[in-house]
């Protein structure tokens, strides 16, 4: 189980659970071969080849940890062909998703999707503290494995670092003086290519409109675009990357792509907004399962609500799923209002919100869900719930003041060997 308080202190792991090298190691070795003693198992050791087509179907922590089994194992594992292939493999894997980064100022936590990768999940939310320091984390951006992350220290000066929280390395970011940085976002498809790139949207001095830059790491040169948007209500904090572009919503405006590449704007369609209102309500939007996904609640008490996917021509969006909570209140009474006469700020019938939407390669689909008190994984396909962390305070009043977590806190985790 898991438990946090979601104002004062971060999400704790209270369980562990990390099998053995040789039961890892077994699970995906033919019946022929697991005899520690036959001459099969000691060929397989000393067989590359056949050592690399094993290792490609284990998960990154597992090879991080058989590199200390013998100096020809470290060799294969670490080199820099093996672990380009492993990444570009496992790139699109229905189970690659661990966990869910969550951040709730200032505190944050990993929570495991995954029972057995609770312990491992633990050992990142340490690694992250150590080099986080004193300092205080302002930018959250997380692209298939990788995490862009900014600290802030006590003289207002923000660095930005990109983390591969798998292997522990992280690489420096240098921003320009001249750049008032409003988000950094990662760009990294490794089915495509070894290497990421990093998009900045800043603002200067001088201007109130939002500009955009593009760094690689490769050659440690910054591309400034020549696009720019006058939006401030543009939600960059919050880009997704999908197809070689990064992608912002707007609760008012239009939606907005910009092409890593040509560092160039790119049509993309918005959502309308309901009759009667000024704004957008959405409550999740992201990708998944190799497609663009966006939720949008048109009023608070809609406990009913669609997932729409963005079709791959860019030409609109579309219903994928239709979701009814409804069966949630009977599982959890607490989420729906008791109260005869609710303050106004509290006049919600509901109390839920959608952190991540997953899908994968074989159109099954999940919701991890936020309650009072709960979080919460439904599985769409077969209809089950699984609770995976106690919150506090558990409280619906509470709750809806801002004692929860929504889809702006959580950022899915992606194991990989992927270098920085």
């Known amino acids: 189980m898991v438990s946090s308080d979601c104002i004062t202190s971060p999400i704790k792991l209270t369980l562990n659970h990390c099998r053995s090298y040789n039961k ?14 036959s001459p099969s198992s000691e ?25 200390c089994v ?22 699109t894997s229905s189970a690659s998703t661990v966990g869910v980064f969550l951040c709730r100022h200032p505190n944050y936590d990993f929570l495991s999707l995954h029972e057995e990768r609770l312990s491992a999940m633990g050992r990142i939310y340490d690694s992250l503290s150590d080099s986080r320091g004193g300092r205080v984390l302002c930018n959250i951006n997380s692209c298939n494995g990788l995490l862009c992350l900014g600290f802030k220290s006590d003289d207002a000066k923000t660095e930005f670092y990109v983390y591969n929280l798998t292997t522990g390395h992280q690489r420096f970011i240098p921003v320009p003086d001249t750049m008032i940085v409003k988000s950094m976002n990662l760009a990294f498809d490794p089915t495509t290519s070894d290497e ?18 593009v760094y690689s790491p490769g050659s440690g040169i910054w591309r400034h675009s020549n696009e720019h948007c006058n939006d401030v209500d543009l939600c960059c904090y919050r880009g997704v990357f999908w197809k070689g572009s990064v992608h912002w919503f707007s609760q008012t405006g239009p939606f907005l792509c910009f092409q890593v590449d040509s560092c160039k704007f790119k049509t993309m369609p918005s959502t309308l907004i309901p009759e009667g209102q000024w704004y957008r309500n959405i409550e999740y939007f992201g990708e ?25 021509d860019y030409s609109s969006w579309f219903v994928k799923y239709r979701v009814n909570l409804e069966f949630l209140t009977n599982l959890y009474p607490v989420m729906v209002n008791q109260e005869i006469y609710p303050p106004e700020d509290y006049a919600f019938p509901y109390a839920f919100s959608t952190l ?26 077969n209809g089950i719930v699984k609770e995976l962390a106690d919150i506090k305070p558990d409280s619906f009043r509470n709750f809806i003041g801002g004692a929860r977590y929504d889809c702006f806190d959580a950022y899915t985790h992606v194991e990989t060997l992927a270098f920085v």
């Open 24 to 37: 890892q190691l077994k699970q995906h070795l033919p019946v022929s071969i697991c005899s520690e003693n």
């Open 196 to 213: 990421y790139s990093v998009v900045c949207v800043w603002s200067s001095v001088s201007e109130k409109r939002l500009r955009f830059s």
């Open 288 to 312: 998944s399962g190799g497609h663009l996904h966006l939720i949008e609640i048109h009023k608070p008490q809609d406990i009913e609500f669609n997932v729409l996917e963005l079709k791959s």
């Open 356 to 381: 991540c939407f997953l899908a994968d390669e074989e159109d099954k689909a999940r919701l991890l869900i936020s309650l009072p008190g709960k979080i919460v994984l439904y599985d769409m396909h």
């Open 43 to 67: 060929q397989t050791a000393g067989s590359e080849d056949l050592l690399t087509e094993i290792f490609l179907r284990l998960p990154p922590k597992s090879l991080l940890r058989f590199q």
């Open 70 to 91: 013998s100096k020809h194992w470290l060799s294969l594992i670490s080199s820099t062909y093996f672990r380009r292939l492993h990444t570009r493999r496992n790139a």
